[in-house]
C-alpha cells in the first residue's frame, strides 16, 4: 500500500510571497486532515475534510489560508500572503474511517521557511 | 476545548532498560480515543498504539503498553527493552467525536524526545 504522498519536501520563501502544497492520500480513504507543526511544538489541526467536503477549519486562519480537495482525492494547502510565523512543518494525513479510533496515516510533511 | 499536556520535553534511557512516557489530557467527554505517535526525524508520524477510553484492559502492542487511568485523565506509555530505533520525538494524542457526527481531528500534546543510550 503506497503512502500518504506530499509535495515538495521542502520550500524557502520570502514573506508576502505565496506558497501551494500537495498532498495524495492512500487510495480510497475519505478523511484528509492538514496540520502544521511548529519547530518544538506538536502538530495543530489546521482543516478536515470529509471526501470532498470541510468538516473542521476553525483553527485555519482564513485571512491567509485556504484549502481545497477536488474530486474527494488530492488536496492543496495555500498560504497568500506567507508571514514569519507560518515557517513550520506542513503535515498531511488521511484516514480509512471517519470513527473514533480509526487512525490516521501521516505524510513526510513539507518544512516551509519564510524569510 | 480538549487540552493534552506532556511533561517531560525529554527522556533518557539506556538501551535494553524500560523508560515511562507521561501524558494528562483535559476532557468532559465520556466518549475518546488516546493515541501515542512516534515521529523519528524523517517527520512522518508513526501509530504506535491507541486505547479507547471505555476499555479498562490497558492496550499493549509488542514491548510497548499503556497506563490508561480515566478517573485521573493519566495515559503514559511504557517502552520495554529500549532498542536504538525507539529514538525519537513521541506524541500524545486526543480525539473526540464531533457534533455532527465522525471524529474530530487530533489534539497532540507538545511532545517527548525520547534519547537511547548505547
Known amino acids: 500500500e503506497a503512502g500518504v504522498a506530499q509535495s515538495p519536501r521542502y520550500k524557502i520563501i520570502e514573506k508576502r510571497q505565496s506558497v501551494a502544497f500537495w498532498c495524495n492520500p492512500i487510495s480510497g480513504h475519505a478523511t484528509l486532515y492538514w496540520y502544521q507543526q511548529i519547530l518544538g511544538q506538536g502538530p495543530k489541526l489546521l482543516i478536515q475534510?470529509?471526501?470532498?467536503?470541510?468538516v473542521d477549519d476553525s483553527q485555519l486562519p482564513k485571512d491567509r489560508f485556504s484549502a481545497e480537495r477536488l474530486k474527494g482525492v488530492d488536496s492543496t494547502l495555500k498560504i497568500q500572503p506567507a508571514k514569519l510565523e507560518d515557517s513550520a512543518v506542513y503535515l498531511c494525513?488521511?484516514?480509512?474511517?471517519w470513527g473514533l479510533g480509526s487512525p490516521l496515516h501521516f505524510g513526510n510533511g513539507t518544512r516551509l521557511t519564510v524569510t | 476545548a480538549q487540552t493534552v499536556t506532556q511533561s517531560q520535553p525529554e527522556m533518557s534511557v539506556q538501551e535494553a532498560e524500560t523508560v515511562t512516557l507521561s501524558c494528562t489530557y483535559d476532557t468532559s467527554e465520556s466518549d475518546y480515543y488516546l493515541f501515542w505517535y512516534k515521529q523519528p526525524p524523517s517527520r512522518q508520524m508513526i501509530l504506535v498504539i491507541r486505547q479507547e477510553a471505555y476499555k479498562q484492559q490497558n492496550a499493549t502492542e509488542n514491548r510497548f503498553s499503556v497506563n490508561f487511568q480515566k478517573a485521573a485523565k493519566s495515559f503514559s506509555l511504557k517502552i520495554s527493552d529500549s532498542q536504538l530505533g525507539d529514538a525519537a520525538m513521541y506524541f500524545c494524542?486526543?480525539?473526540?467525536?464531533?457534533?455532527?457526527?465522525?471524529?474530530?481531528?487530533?489534539?497532540f500534546g507538545k511532545g517527548t524526545h525520547l534519547i537511547i543510550q548505547p
Open positions: 494525513a488521511s484516514s480509512p474511517g
Open positions: 475534510f470529509q471526501n470532498n467536503g470541510v
Open positions: 494524542a486526543y480525539t473526540t467525536l464531533l457534533s455532527g457526527g465522525g471524529a474530530d481531528g487530533l489534539t
